[in-house]
């Protein structure tokens, strides 16, 4: 039986569970294979067994619940509000709220909370809204797409969104997508802020 980690995230917030599956399952070596054949296959072992540990280790600094089912599987459940609170900090500053992404990817399992938050954060009254970026090194299409959703938020609003702490990688993907000029971006966490109050003055 291979070993696996199944992530279940679901609360009363959330009526559709998202799951994710990753599974360890070495590859049975033949008779007969050279040295070098071994070689590989106890790196690509070792690679998974690394992988794994990696995704459990994550699963648990995320607040999750380790349980094993009957099949000797381990599954860890975890809250949506649980991995809202751990990975979304949320500050208030003078002029804006910031909401940091504690995260190195900002992905499917992480965009829907941001964009939960946005809406959140803009419908208690806040116009302006910074999305620190610093710690994550990535980001897809639903990363953006929550992004934008909390960009057009704040214009509607009459306020402002800023992307602060862009990765290279970050910066090259709203390049690709032509957004570089419909998102603000800056620096630093308080360029951002003074970018927000320089577009409050003018107004």
């Given at each position: ?62 607040g999750a619940r380790k ?137």
């Amino acid at each position: 039986m291979p070993l696996g980690v199944v992530c279940v995230r679901d609360s009363s917030e959330t009526p559709t569970a998202q799951r994710g599956v990753v599974t360890y399952s070495p590859t049975p070596r033949a008779s007969g294979v050279t040295p070098n054949e071994v070689k590989s296959e106890k790196l690509k072992v070792n690679t998974e067994i690394a992988s794994y540990l990696a995704m459990t280790r994550s699963l648990r600094q995320r607040g999750a619940r380790k349980f094993v089912n009957s099949d000797n599987v381990n599954i860890f459940v975890m809250s949506t509000k649980t991995t809202r609170e751990m990975i979304l900090q949320i500050e208030k500053q003078k002029s804006c709220m910031v909401v940091k992404i504690n995260s190195e990817k900002l992905d499917s399992l992480i965009a829907p909370e941001l964009k939960a938050e946005l809406v959140n954060i803009n419908t208690e009254g806040a116009k302006n809204i910074i999305i620190d970026m610093s710690d994550a090194r990535y980001c897809d299409s639903s990363g953006l797409s929550a992004i934008l959703v909390g960009n057009r938020l704040c214009k509607n609003s009459g306020g402002m969104l800023v992307l602060t702490g862009l990765k290279e990688s970050v910066k090259k993907l709203i390049l690709i997508s032509q957004l570089d000029s419909i998102l603000n971006t800056a620096l630093t966490l308080e360029e951002g802020i003074s970018l927000i109050g320089a577009a409050k003055t003018s107004n």
